[in-house]
Every structure is written in structure tokens, then in C-alpha cells.
């Protein structure tokens, strides 16, 4: 299919296979080099999986707009042909001398009549069939945690907005949402498993990795932290021998930073669990460990 | 109910519980039984008093007495004395710092004496979960007059004139809301109670839920009749336990006695109220972002317009208000709003709660009215800076606010001024720094945060957030460049320009007020790598003056990082290589020594190892004058 | 119970007025008993206890029955001091529940006090 020619000339023509964001790339530098391209792709449109994202790794960057002034350039370019629904069948010669068979497959729409006005896509009676929910198995739940969830969805599913209550009581519950639970939670609510990790990930009080019996809070809004705060995080790490939002192998502390939890009074201060270790000094803390994990009960209030 | 002669209005907010208000509320009750004297008093708990700093406390009534700083072994002799035998007690009176006689009379002490009440008008005075205690209160007497005598028209055009601005943060019209809002021709409406309260260092909207649950109640269903809507949210946080638990039993209360639900006081109306908590995201508290919170969506922001008014939860009209702006709605209602618009100034009507915390002697929650000044604040309510220390800065508005300098103490507060000093009101943090608070360190902190909890929507919050950390921290750690201070500058104008919500376009607020106020500092840490506060860790040292130290070897026992040498007898001396610099000895060493001593922008003075502690015969040492005193 | 009416909250605000009248009433009397560990053991508890349910059956909500430290006439318990607004404060001593119910009727709701109780008139403090 292309000529052999020597390697300084721009003779010739280049085959590039696969019409996603790097094939379009590719077949864009080499045809602005002043070579013929043909452009390959099996899909019956060029674009590949970045016509499906939203946002890309690692700068967040739009894909759409990445991608978006690359079609209109290949679209024009008058050294790229575009060839969709098709298919590379063999590969023969040698380096600088090719021939390549393609296969093409029907599409049943002339593109050269084609206005794009979508009439067929509107009249066509098949429609939503890529991957039915039932598709995927049903998650199997251990019979006393689907009972309780079951419960906490009975609650909830009948208001406007259930996600948000539904999580809530299960992290309640477990201290951090099991795998399994948000699986079968968005089979029974017909949420996809996506959406419910995006709100899942997105709120301090959530976790996706187990936690500790105690998380422990350590306050670092202003006012803790102009008074010290600081300090009490590095002695918790310290003697917990963890960092901030990590827990002990024994899974009894999770230690975590915590955005004001309005008791600005008693500066600085430390929740751990219900109880709020109020003016707390460095001094003290590995007493307050101490307790918690002797009795492994309830420490009582502390007075500043 | 059996006439009593003493009523002990015992606390019962956040902080006082956490400092053991129930404990004592139990010894109380064995005490005043073992007196036999519970038919003639009884102890009511209430909700925040607001002077935070002095819990856990009460005030008996109908004296009005206030005693602070409560502890359980203190009890048996206040019942004894005071309740038993009339005799107040002194020594758990409130004794400012200055003075040495006590002041037993709640109205006579400063803090609370300039306070004006409207908002907070039940604090301490009710018992939060009875609803009679608000009714008694003329709870419930707006919504009456509001379903009886007004239409929903007269009630925007009351709230239009009475100024009511929106206390969130931002200050738009209440009334002009509700107006839009109820020009939507969609239905259903809704309204919403923000109690979203991110704000570090700001927790009234708690405060108020827990005091007096049932003022947003009110004001929330007058809201609805205003712009007629059928059903409401109070959107609360998670870390509020006891305002989530209190506000559900003021609502169920209401539903018991009609005024929440159908046909409310059988005039008709009808209105019935849900809570949904948060699960601690800051960026909730954007009016857009919290609808889709509810909504069960990532919580993210949108653009607006379209504002809630016109398009807000589940795509129909919404009101959103914050609990004291609604909170405010049934004073207006039953003082009319000529009384209320000749409170404040000019623009800002009325009176703002602010919590009043950091390094300040009365530490709480006031209500003032607007247009009062920073110092009136600082030096009349708050009692000044603790330790005689001088007063640096005061941090408004949360990470959305910005830094005011001790050069503007006599700044009135209201939402102009504050903005253009370039800081905003916020829901009402007001934090005061005094000279030991790092001014690059405050902004590094609150760009940390802002990073943190940047949703990531638009690059300029969320790269930039990042960006600015980057080169705060790189200062603090003692490695600004020349040029940072002008980047820095240039970067926040960027996020200011270019960010979607509230969240971005004020981030950099602490940042630019701190360098407009504080570039010496900045300048301090890039040039001359001198941090002034000496709190930045890189660069400062810990030094042990041989002239004073004893050598009792309690900063060598406590010293986490074993750094410390020293003996019997030994002057101690820190390695600082090993030094930590978590200012543990500073913090273990007996102040009449102060022998530790915090470095920066010097070399740490060679001290040579072995030396014997001087005891200087001639003058007496700071030991023994102290020993002898 | 059952949902309120307009009238019903009327008439509830009035009831619940009357239970937190310590908390914010406008008090037109005192009562103030002494209370040192003379007038106890003398039975100054009693007497608070009277007051408090005489003050009850009248359904007045501005008296008010409080206690104070020793009247220092010990021999004179249990005492008590009256005070009216607008009158000056009488000191009652030797007190009785049969006195006080007396004193409760004539003196506090009407208005005239009664001679043969009273020490004199005027507090400790004015005189």
C-alpha cells in the first residue's frame, strides 16, 4: 500500500492504526511532516476511551478539550484519510516498504449523503442495551450484614436523595464502608458503584479503609491551632507510632485531623469517640492512650 | 408545678458537657436531696451560656448569680452555702484578671454587660428541649401573628425593611431572597436551614441549635409561609451530636403540638421539617454544594445564576438561609422591623454573634450589635490578651476571612468594613492572635485547609491552593526566595478571578491580608530567615540559658527526643541535633525559672557541657524568692 | 396530645409564663429567710417551706421566697424579712408555719403588715 522511498525524502505514506488521542497525535505530526496517513480504527468513529472521560491523570485536565480541536484538525487535514469500522488483516514487506490488506466492514449509512441530523438514532426501536445491570452477579452478603443493610435501605429508600442517610447509617455501623456493602448497596438502589465512590471519597467522616474501635480527633481548626494543636498531633503520632489518618495494627486507634469541632473554648482540643479531651497538654496524652487501651472501655470526661 | 424559690440554670452546650457539666449536674442533684431541699429548687439545663471560657458554669436564679469554673468537689459547699443557707460563694465567682474582688452578678460582668441579645435572647434562660420554656418565651407569638394577620407579601416586605442581611458570611438581603424565591412561578419550594458550620473557630449556628432549637423552627416556618413552601431541610453537620439530637426533639415537639405539619394552628398552612446531616465536607456549606449534598450527589458546587431562589433543590425554587439569619426572622416579626433597622449602621442592620476565641481572657460567644469596634471587643467583652501579651491580629471569617492588625482595633465591624480591610464577616469566627501567633504560619494553616478541602472542580482552587501552600511552606521552612511574596501576591488574584464558588474566589484571602499587613514578617522568614513569633520549626532553636537553669531534670525526663543532657547539680543542654523542636522543655520548665528559651534568626549560644549550676549567693536566686514568698 | 389551636398556644403561653416567672418575672415582694445554722436549727426550713406554699396556693408568679445568711439574733429565729415594693422591708422573727400563713395573707397580698410579728422595720442593712 505505500511506496519504499529513501529516508530524507517525504515520500511515501504511513499507516496509523488505532484512532484513539495517541493514533490522532500521531497521524497529525506526521501528515503536518508533510506525509500521506491513513488513519485506522475499528470503532466506527475516531477518539478512542478520552471521548469517554470526563477528566484526565494526573492534571485533571478536560479531556473533551484535549481531544475536541484534534478531531476538527484530522477532520481537515487533506494529508490524513480516515478509514472507521476497520480492521488491519495483514502486514507484509519490510521496514520502508509495506503492504498492509485492511478490512472494512459495512455502515450501512452512506457518508457521503449523511447529514448527521440523528433521525435513525431516534427511530431506531433498539436502544439502552449496552450492559444491563443484571449482567453483573448479585454481591452475596453475609446473611446478619445483608439483614442489618437491608434495614438501614428499607429506612432510607422511599425518601427524596437516600444516598446520602443510607451511608451515613452504614458508616455508622461498620466505621467504614466495606467494599461489598457499597456493591450491593448500588445493585439495590440502582446507583452505579462510581457514583456512590465519588460521594463515598468525598467527606471527611467517610473512609474506605477499615478504621479503629477509637478515632481519635485531634482539632486542628484555628483556634486549636494557634493554641497548639500542633503539638498534641506529633505526641498522638509519636506514641501511637502512626501517621495522621493511619490506624494501629491493632486496630484499636485511628488517628485523624479534624476541621474545628466547635469547642473553641476549650482549646486545644482532642475528641476520642463521644468524649472531648478539653485544654489538653502534650502531658497528658500518653495517659489518655493508656486508658483507652487498658480498659479498652469508655475513658470519662475531662476536666481542663 | 410547685412554686420554687431557686432556679439553677446549669449550662449544657458542647463545651461545658465536655468539661463535665452532667457530672456536676449529678452531684447537684444528691446534694440539694441530701439538703431535702428539691421541692424549692430545681436545676434546668439549659444550652450555651457563651462564656465558654469559664465551664462548665451555671447562674441561679432569680439572683442571678453566675459561677464558673465548676468542679464536683466544689459542690457540696455551694449547695450548703448559697442554696441552703443564702450565703453566695465567693471563690466560684468570676474574678477578671485585673481585679481581685469577684463579681457575682451575671449583668455586672463585662462580657456579658455589652452584650445585646436578639438572637440568642433564650440563652441560659431555657431549657432547650421544652418547648413551654420557648413558648413562655413569646415563642411561637411571630408565627401566630405572621398566620394571622399578615400575607406572605407583608412579611417579605417586613423583612425587606427591617435590612435583615443573610449572617452565612456573604450578607445578601434576606427579604430580596425571599422575594425572588417566591416570584418563581415552579412549586414546590423549599427551604433550607444551613447549619453547615465549617468555619474553624466559629461554632454559634451550634450554639443557637443547641440553646434554642426552636427560634429556627420559627423563623424557618415564617420563611416558608413568606415564600410558600411545603417542606424544609435543617442541613447539620455530623460533628454537632448534641445540636442534631436536640433539634430533632424540638421538631417532634412542634409536630406534638401542632406547629410544624397539616394545617399548623388550624389556619391552613402547612409545613413539616427534616434534618439531614453532612459528613464533614467545608465545601457543604456552599449554598449549591449543600443542595447537592442533600440531594445525594457529589457535592460539588455549581455555577450560578441560576440561584437556589429560582432553581435549588431537586431542581424547584429553594430558599437558603443560616440559622441565626433565621433565627433573627421572629424578633423582627414581633418588634417590627423599624425597631430592628435602628440597630447597627447604615448598611448592616442589627447584631451578629461572634466567637470570640484564641488567645483572648473571656473566651465565647457574644452577641453584639453591628458597627461595635474590634476594641471594644478585644479589651471591654473579651477582657484582653492573656499574659499581658500585646495584641497582633484578629482572624475573621474563617479561611475565607483575612487577618485585621491591632492598627485597625478601631474598625466598626459591619460587612463593608470588613471587606474592605479586606477580610469578610463569615459566619462570625473571630480569633485573636497576639505576638507569639506567626502571621505566614496563620496563612500557611489556612491555605492548608482551603487545600485540603478544595473540592477539585476548578483548576485554579485546586491547583492553586496547592501552589500557594507550596511556597508558604517553603518560607516557613526557612527557603523563601526573593520574589516569593510578589508571586504569591499574583497567584491569589488568579484564584480570586478565576474560581467558581465562594470557596476559591476567597481562599487567598488570608494569604493577601497577611501580606498586606504583615510583608515585615514575610520578609523576616525569606531574607533574614527569622521567624518574629518564633513559632515556624526551621527556624527556630531551643536553648537552655545556663544563668537560670537549676538543673531539676524535668525537661531532661520529659524530653520525648532524649536531646537533653544534664544531671544533679549539671546545667542541662540541648543537642540540637536531636531537637524535635516540640517545645516540651519550653512547656515542663517551672516558670520561676524560665530557663528555656526559644532562638531565631541568632546562632544558639555554645554552652559548654559539665558546667555546675550557679547559685549566686549575693542576689537572691528566682528560687528563693519564690520559696520564701 | 392533641394539635393546638391559636387560642390553645394563647392560653398555654400564660401556663408556661408562670413556670419560668424566676427566670424573668417582674417581682413586686421579697421574702428573704435567714437561714444560719441558728435559724435552721430553729426551724427556718419550715418557714421557707410555708412561704413556698402559701406563695403556691395564691398563684402569685412576682413574690419571691429566697434565703439569706444569719440575721445575728440568734435568740429571735427563725426570722424573716418582707419586703414590699414601694414599702419598707419588715423583719419578722420567732416565726411559725401559723405566722407566716398570717403574715402571707395580710402583709404580702394585703398590703398591711403585721405589727405583733415584727422585730421593726427596715433590714439589717438600713438599720
Partial sequence: MSNGGERREKVGAALVVGGGIGGMQAALDLADAGIKVYLVESKPAIGGVMSQLDKTFPTNDCAMCTMAPRLVAIGRHKDIEVLTLTEVERIEGEPGNFTVTLRRRARFVDENVCTGCGSCVANCPVRFIPQPLDSIPPVKLAPEVQARVDQIIAEHRNRPGPLMPILQSINAVYNYFPEDVLRYVSQQLGIPLTHILRVATFYNAFSIVPRGKYIINVCMGTTCYVRGSERLMERFSDTLKIKPEETTPDMLFTLKAVRCIGCCGLAPAVMIGDTVYGKLTVKEIPGIIKKFQGANGHGQAHTG | MAARRIELMLCTGTGCVAGGAFRIKKVLEEEIARHGLQSEISIVPTGCNGFCGQGPLLVVMPEKIFYGWLKTEDIPFLVQEHFLKGRPVKKLM?????????????????????????????????????????????????LEKVLTSMTPEEVIEEIIKSGLRGRGGAGFPTGIKWKVCRNEPKT????????????????????????????????????AYAIGASHGYIYVRTEYPLAIKRMQKAIEQAREYGLLGENILGTGFSFDLEIREGSGAFVCGEETSLIHSIEGKSPEPRQRPPFPAQVGIWGCPTVINNVETLATVPVIINRGAEWFSKIGTETSKGTKI????????????????????LREIIYEIGGGIPGNRKFKAVQTGGPSGGCIPASL?????????????????????MIVMDEDTCMVDVAKFFIQFTNDESCGKCTTCRDGSAALLEVLTRITDGEGQEGDIEFLEELAWAIK????????????????????????????????KRCPAKVCKNLIAYWIDPQLCQACLICKRECPAEA???????????????????????????????????????????????MKVERKKKTATPLQEQSSA | MAKLTLDELRRRRE????????????????????????GIAAGARAIVATFLEELEKSGRTDILVTTSG????????????????????????????EKVRRIFAEHILGGVAVAEYALGIGSERAG
Avoid: W
Avoid at chain 2, 119 to 140: M, S
Avoid at chain 2, 411 to 421: F, G, K, M, N
Avoid at chain 3, 71 to 76: E, I, Q, V
Fill in chain 2, 564 to 610: 537533653i543532657y544534664g544531671e544533679k547539680h549539671i546545667v542541662h543542654v540541648i543537642d540540637q541535633s536531636k531537637c524535635t523542636k516540640c517545645g516540651t522543655c519550653l512547656e515542663v520548665c517551672p516558670p520561676r525559672f524560665g530557663a528555656v528559651k526559644k532562638l531565631s534568626g541568632e546562632p544558639v549560644p555554645p554552652v559548654e557541657r559539665g
Fill in chain 2, 497 to 528: 478571578d478565576a474560581s467558581m464558588c465562594g470557596l476559591g474566589t476567597t481562599l487567598p484571602n488570608p494569604v493577601l491580608t497577611t501580606i498586606r499587613y504583615f510583608r515585615e514578617e514575610y520578609e523576616a522568614h525569606i531574607r533574614e
Fill in chain 2, 409 to 429: 482595633i478601631d474598625l466598626p465591624i459591619d460587612y463593608e468594613s470588613l471587606t474592605q480591610a479586606g477580610s469578610m464577616m463569615g459566619s462570625g469566627g
Fill in chain 3, 70 to 97: 444569719c440575721a445575728g439574733l440568734c435568740s429571735k429565729e427563725p426570722m424573716a424579712t418582707v419586703e414590699m415594693l414601694d414599702s419598707p422591708p419588715v423583719k419578722y422573727v420567732l416565726l411559725t408555719p
Fill in chain 2, 354 to 373: 461572634f466567637s470570640l476565641v484564641g488567645k483572648i481572657n473571656n473566651t465565647g460567644l457574644i452577641e453584639v450589635p453591628m458597627g461595635i469596634t
Fill in chain 2, 188 to 223: 414546590p419550594k423549599y427551604v433550607i436551614c444551613n447549619c453547615d458550620e465549617g468555619d474553624p473557630g466559629a461554632y454559634m449556628d451550634r450554639s443557637v441549635l443547641e440553646s434554642d432549637p426552636h427560634s429556627v423552627i420559627e423563623g424557618q416556618t415564617i420563611a
Fill in chain 2, 94 to 142: 468570676f474574678t477578671p484578671p485585673e481585679r481581685k474582688e469577684p463579681i457575682p452578678l451575671l449583668s455586672d460582668i463585662p462580657f456579658f454587660k455589652k452584650q445585646m441579645l436578639i438572637v440568642l435572647r433564650n440563652k441560659g434562660i431555657i431549657d432547650p428541649e421544652k418547648i413551654d420554656d420557648y413558648i413562655a418565651r413569646d415563642g411561637y407569638a411571630a
Fill in chain 3, 15 to 38: 401556663q408556661a409564663r408562670k413556670s419560668i416567672y424566676l427566670r424573668d418575672g417582674e417581682f413586686r415582694g421579697k421574702v428573704i429567710v435567714h437561714m444560719g445554722t441558728c
